[in-house]
């Protein structure tokens, strides 16, 4: 009776584990794993089968797993990630043994992962759940991803490019990867522009050894701007530092904007080289060196988190400067047609800006991009190399804070003297209010006009002048600002020497002829003042002053239209038939002016030169003209002479 009980008992028992043994299926499960997964990233996830093989290391895999997007997503959009097979093994003796969870091998066979944008949300933003803190991470080992990829679709980055992922066994000559390399490719486009490269890592898992360096190397061309780097990460997992070998090319500095999200003005061709560091949190790419168009460069650029902005800190300095290289910053096109390094597109560039009738930079300065970091900027030139430019070297410090831009000192040597300036841009709405201070100290003329062939003298020039304007760009501010400025000479050598070198106009002499003066007339003094009111330069007064003669001038210059509308004329000292000379007109533009003999017969000539008015420096200008010639000079003495 009890073994036939016994057999009533165990018999459905034992026909139930074939059973199960028959049609078990691991698919059965999938409900409860997809709802710890995707309880696990805050994304629905779908598995289509689960399998699983026991043994003393346990064999799962998963095929046809999906990762959504999250909602509002449009439905056409592929999902977040397939993976077609994933496949993780577990090592059961090790969890029995220490109650940690050891995963020798996870490996993905052709997952894609498509990254969208849905207007401002993305659907890689993952919510994950909080790991318990008493928990025990899992022990990994290999990570293995073969044929993988990933596209890549974002508006706001205006990007649109692909990528493959594969990982292989590090070569057995490699230094830098010990441990097998996951190797990534890029093909698209990026900020617009076209976008390759190639990146290689460690092993994935090593990227959770906090206490090994992981090794990392990468080539990328986006349009013109090209980047190498190589070298190590420390703890990446959680970015703890970097040391690396880095490099970046291209036509265009500026085009960096896209890739550090740091602004910088259009520039000429570069390159430069240093190493970059991440250490507490910081950036800093130091010890670097290289050339900016046809000037060499070399400093430390420091960036470091701030509220309400980054902060950068650069300390830079050029042994040899091209003053052309720097016309960026003020809105120009950098560089000319000789910089070492240009494109067909950057030559045209450079070709349309001179055939331009404008001389003012009309660029647009880029408001928004002055409000996403805080800069600290030194910069020295040591050696200006311009041809005919007679600056010696070049100081500055510019500040970005919170949008406002100070540069404070813009000093320029020449020779013993100093041209000193401070420049002020405060965001106003939409367009910059920007202010200007200049001061011309003891500059030698000697040093200004050295280049000419037979000039002597030992003159001194100085002055100074202010700016106040608002707009968008050097053109608008200039275009509508007030300001005024002086500008007096001593002892200058002769006068064609002057008008050539110094004015710039290589008609002199025929010039000198017209008003009457000779080639080698000694200058004893030049006062020139004037005033700007929206935009409109009038001359208060211009006097070269020498002993047989004076030269005089008047007339306007509009900064907006870019028009001149100047007369220059003589006046003898003393009376003699041989004195009677023929006025100057010099029109056209800034950047092309035109200098012709004012119309009319001889005595319309001169009854021209007399109805413009003698108009003579007031006395009031002597302190200014102290300020810069000094007390004792040649000018103050003129001006008493003429105003007896």
């Known amino acids: ?381 040591e050696h200006i190399i311009n041809k005919g430019v007679p600056l010696d070297d070049l100081v500055a410090h510019l500040v970005v804070k919170d949008g406002r831009v100070t540069v404070d000192p813009l000093n320029f040597a020449v020779g013993t003297g100093t041209i000193a300036s401070a420049i002020d841009l405060t965001p106003d709405k939409n367009v910059l209010h920007a202010k200007a201070n200049i001061d011309f100290r003891h500059l030698q003329l000697s040093r200004i006009v050295g280049s000419t062939t037979g000039f002597a003298g030992n003159g001194t020039m100085g002055g100074s002048a202010w700016i106040s304007g608002t707009g968008n760009s050097m053109a608008a501010i200039l275009g509508h600002g007030d300001g005024h400025a002086s500008l007096f000479l001593q002892h200058g050598g002769d006068i064609s020497a002057l008008l050539v070198d110094l004015v710039g106009l290589q008609g002199g002499p025929a010039i000198l002829s017209a008003l009457g003066v000779p080639n080698k007339t000694p200058i004893e003094c030049l006062i020139s003042d004037v005033s700007l009111k929206d935009g409109q330069m009038n001359t208060n007064a211009f006097l070269v002053a020498t002993r047989e003669s004076n030269i005089l001038g008047k007339g306007t210059a509009n900064l907006d239209t870019e028009t001149l509308n100047l007369h220059m004329w003589t006046e003898a000292t003393h009376f003699s038939i041989g004195n009677l000379s023929t006025p100057i007109n010099i029109g056209g533009t800034l950047k092309h002016p035109s200098i012709m003999p004012a119309p009319g017969p001889l005595a319309a000539r001169v009854g021209s030169a007399v109805g413009l008015g003698v108009l003579f420096p007031p006395l009031a200008i002597i302190p200014t003209i102290r300020l810069g010639l000094g007390d004792k000079n040649a000018c103050e003495d003129t001006l008493a002479k003429l105003h007896k």
């Open 1 to 381: 009776m009890r073994r036939n009980l016994w057999i009533r008992i165990t018999c459905p028992i034992l026909i139930l584990i074939l059973l199960l043994i028959i049609f078990w299926n691991w698919d059965w499960f999938i409900p409860v794993v997809e709802a710890r997964a995707s309880a696990e990233i805050g994304r629905p996830v779908s598995i289509q089968h689960l399998h699983v093989k026991l043994g003393r290391t346990i064999i799962i895999r998963a095929d046809g797993i999906t990762i959504a997007n999250p909602k509002g997503f449009p439905a056409d959009d592929p999902p977040l990630a397939t993976i077609p097979e994933l496949r993780v093994e577990v090592a059961a003796l090790h969890y029995l043994r220490h109650q940690q969870l050891e995963l020798p091998v996870i490996a993905l066979e052709q997952p894609v992962i498509s990254l969208r944008q849905n207007g401002a949300e993305t659907n890689y933003t993952l919510t994950l759940a909080a790991s318990p803190s008493s928990s025990t991470p899992p022990k990994l080992g290999v990570l293995l991803i073969h044929g993988g990829q990933a596209s890549v679709k974002l508006p706001s980055y205006k990007a649109d490019f692909n990528l493959a992922i594969e990982t292989r066994p590090a070569p057995a000559d490699s230094k830098l990867f010990t441990g097998g390399e996951i190797v990534v490719t890029v093909k698209g486009t990026y900020a617009n522009a076209p976008i390759t490269g190639d990146f290689t890592g460690g092993a994935l898992l090593s990227l959770r050894d906090a206490a090994t360096p992981y090794p990392v190397a990468l080539h990328l061309q986006n349009g013109t701007t090209m980047v190498k780097l190589a070298g190590t990460l420390n703890d990446p997992a959680h970015f703890a530092g970097a040391h690396l070998k880095l490099s970046f090319s291209g036509q265009n500095m500026a085009n960096l904007y896209a890739l550090t999200g740091v602004p910088i003005p259009d520039t000429p061709p570069f390159s430069l080289t240093g190493t970059a560091v991440y250490q507490d949190k910081a950036f800093r790419l130091q010890d670097f060196t290289g050339h900016v168009g046809s000037s060499d460069l070399e400093g430390t650029i420091a960036e470091a988190p701030g509220e309400p902005r980054r902060q950068i800190t650069a300390r830079l300095t050029s042994k040899r400067v091209d003053l052309t290289d720097l016309a960026g910053f003020l809105g120009g096109t950098p560089g000319n047609k000789n910089t070492p390094g240009q494109n067909a597109a950057t030559k045209a560039k450079l070709a349309k800006a001179a055939d331009s009738s404008k001389l003012l930079p009309s660029t647009p300065i880029n408001l928004p991009k002055l409000n996403e970091v805080d800069v600290d900027l030194r910069y020295k030139g």
